[in-house]
């Protein structure tokens, strides 16, 4: 990543605000399921979804998973 804001590239800064948002998000909103049990197979599949994530994979775009589910 780039060492200043006007180095940065489109997507870059993308990223950037996309973090930021998140963990002020997270900041400020808490969680709300913390301290209640996770059973395992949510486990499990979180830390897939995390090791996805951390290789840059992102999922679906929204559009495609709205017309996947039928909706418009």
Same mark, same amino acid.
């Given at each position: 990543?780039?060492?200043?804001?006007?180095?940065?590239?489109?997507?870059?800064?993308?990223? %950037?605000?996309?973090?930021?948002?998140?963990?002020?998000?997270? @900041?400020?909103?808490?969680?709300?399921? @913390?301290?209640?049990?996770?059973r395992?197979r %949510?486990?499990?599949? %979180?830390?897939?979804?995390?090791?996805?994530?951390?290789?840059?994979?992102?999922?679906? =775009?929204? @559009?495609?998973?709205?017309?996947?589910?039928?909706? =418009?």
């Amino acid at each position: 990543m780039s060492n200043t804001i006007a180095q940065m590239t489109k997507n870059e800064f993308k990223q %950037l605000l996309s973090s930021l948002i998140e963990e002020k998000l997270a @900041e400020i909103i808490g969680d709300p399921d @913390e301290g209640l049990p996770i059973r395992k197979r %949510l486990r499990d599949r %979180l830390a897939r979804q995390k090791l996805l994530v951390s290789g840059g994979e992102y999922g679906l =775009p929204f @559009e495609k998973a709205l017309k996947e589910a039928g909706l =418009p």
